[in-house]
Nanobody, 126 residues
Framework: VQLQASGGGLVQVGTSLNLSCVAS????????MAWFRQTSGKMREFVIG????????GYADSAKGRFTVSRDNAKNTVLLQMNSLKPEDTAVYYC????????????????????WGQGTQVTVSS
């Protein structure tokens, strides 16, 4: 199983950035997925999730109104579109596959995911 995240970079405040995550070795079309982010010294933080049909499963307050998630099951890809970026969005962003049968509460916790991408760095400069 491999999740390959890409698209990170250095951007200016207020701009947009799209991240992608390509999955291999999994039955992607039946998997719920999510994006997390992590900054140095802090726990991995849930950003936004999407179910197998493309419906959003949840999002962090920090993502509300600015981030959207989508997927293309034909390409085994999940996308994170980030708009109006802020310096506090600076982090390493990870895509992850949700464990089967977890609760709504577990969905926002890192323990609720069994496979992770390698992370892609997003730096928002003011």
């Amino acid at each position: 199983v491999q999740l390959q995240a890409s698209g990170g970079g250095l951007v200016q405040v207020g701009t947009s950035l799209n991240l992608s995550c390509v999955a291999s070795g999994v039955t992607f079309s039946t998997d719920n997925m999510a994006w997390f982010r992590q900054t140095s010294g802090k726990m991995r933080e849930f950003v936004i999730g999407i179910d197998s049909s493309g419906k959003m499963t949840g999002y962090a307050d920090s993502a509300k109104g600015r981030f959207t998630v989508s997927r293309d099951n034909a390409k085994n890809t999940v996308l994170l579109q980030m708009n109006s970026l802020k310096p506090e969005d600076t982090a390493v962003y990870y895509c992850a596959r949700e464990r089967k049968g977890i609760s709504w509460f577990e969905r926002s916790k890192a323990d609720g995911y069994d496979y992770w991408g390698q992370g892609t760095q997003v730096t928002v400069s003011s």
